[in-house]
């Protein structure tokens, strides 16, 4: 029998584990009823997981991909949809929960499910030079000047939002800025005035 | 690959750009040498990792709220624009469809007044023809008439000679008593000598019995 052994060559990757064929492909009915995990999302405190509900095989021109649809749970929070996986079934970054640790998986769910209640603001400060360019600019429009150098703030809408956007008139727990904002790591600025 | 000595030794100089002049095409496998190197992951320490990351997610977050502010100011001034130009469109339109209609007016006019004309003349030239054409067949008839008149009298003329259930026994006595003979000869000159036993005189046969 030989064993199997993988020798990496080339550039190095965050990935670890295998595509989801590789996974879904082997077990029995698809593997339909087990949980997966993306291993780059074990970064975050709470538990991610994937339960697979249902998988289609794809054709031969296709053969690193599979369509999968799963019940999605982010960072402690189960998605009220069920999430299609095709475009991104190809990377190697799958893993398979055995059956006898799901129940953890379960358990940490159920105890933490607590993250911080951000909420981020709709509305964000022009930058000095563009508040001037803008006074100049309305003037020579013969438009009328502003009086809030204010700008609305779009974010990208995914089901895996974690923290909350401010609606209407809400008040931020943050503000950002056009600064350099406070640094995390003040060791870095060693030597270098701020402000 | 061209190789360079080939790209030096042709006769026309060709001038190539180079993105990076040692660089390997991309078409081309990973070099001999360089297959099993496994490249060295940059080392980050934890601090810097993460003021990168957050001076990185706030100059995105800044990015993105001016590029939207400048794209919505773009579309609203656009739009404004084009309302304003459809109105002074629509404005130009309407004064030019009633340009329109005038000169069409007009011009209708005009070809109506021509067509008036026209249609005079044409009506006069039928008239004309119509008068000369009831003149000709007048004309015509008129002719055959007199022909026909004419006709009538040779025949009324004629009439006087025919042969009658009276005068039938007369004109069969004297046709009998006058029977006409239609034969003739003609001879080198010309002369006709009617009938076919008609004596003929020969002038040779003259001079014959003259000179006897």
């Known amino acids: 029998m030989t064993t199997k052994v993988v020798k990496y060559v080339g550039r190095t990757t965050d990935f670890k584990g295998k595509t989801l064929w590789e996974i879904v492909g082997s077990l029995k009915n698809f593997g339909v009823g087990r949980l997966i995990v993306r291993q780059v999302f074990n970064r975050y405190p709470e538990p991610s997981f994937m339960k697979i509900v249902k998988v289609q095989t794809c054709p031969d021109e296709e053969r690193r991909r599979v369509r999968v649809w799963v019940e999605k749970t982010f960072r402690g929070r189960k998605l009220p949809e069920i999430t299609e996986i095709y475009r991104t079934s190809y990377k190697p970054d799958y893993q398979l929960i055995s059956k006898d640790e799901e129940q953890e998986l379960y358990k940490r769910l159920t105890n933490e499910y607590n993250y911080s209640d951000v909420i981020l603001p709709n509305t964000i400060e022009m930058p000095p030079l563009m508040k001037k360019f803008i006074v100049r600019d309305h003037e020579k429009k013969g438009l009328q000047t502003l009086k809030e150098f204010i700008m609305p703030l779009s974010y990208k809408h995914s089901p895996n939002r974690v923290t909350r956007i401010a609606k209407g008139d809400e008040k931020p727990t943050i503000q950002f800025g056009m600064g350099l904002g406070k640094p995390i790591s003040p060791s870095l600025y060693k030597g270098v005035p701020l402000e | ?212």
């Open chain 2, 1 to 212: 690959m061209l190789s360079q000595r080939y790209l030096l030794k042709r006769g026309l100089p060709m001038y190539i750009q180079h993105a990076e002049a040692h660089r390997k095409p991309r078409w081309l496998p990973v070099a001999k040498s360089k297959i099993y190197r496994i490249p060295k992951r940059p080392v980050v320490s934890e601090d810097e990792r993460l003021e990168l990351r957050r001076i990185n997610n706030a100059y995105n977050t800044q990015m993105r709220a001016i590029r939207r502010f400048y794209v919505e100011d773009w579309v609203r001034e656009k739009s404004s624009l084009e309302s304003a130009t459809s109105e002074m469109s629509q404005r130009l339109e309407a004064d030019e469809w009633l340009k329109c209609e005038e000169l069409n007016d007009k011009w209708n006019k005009q070809i109506a007044s021509n067509r008036e004309e026209r249609r005079k003349k044409e009506l006069e030239a039928m008239e004309e023809f119509a008068l000369l054409r009831m003149e000709a067949k007048d004309k015509a008839l008129k002719e055959r008439i007199e022909r026909a008149s004419e006709k009538i009298k040779k025949e009324k003329e004629l009439s006087t000679t025919f042969v009658t259930r009276e005068n039938l026994e007369e004109t069969i006595e004297h046709v009998l008593a006058n029977p006409i003979d239609y034969n003739f000869a003609i001879d080198s000159k010309g002369n006709i000598y009617e009938g076919r036993d008609t004596e003929i005189e020969y002038e040779d046969k003259k001079k014959v019995e003259a000179a006897n």
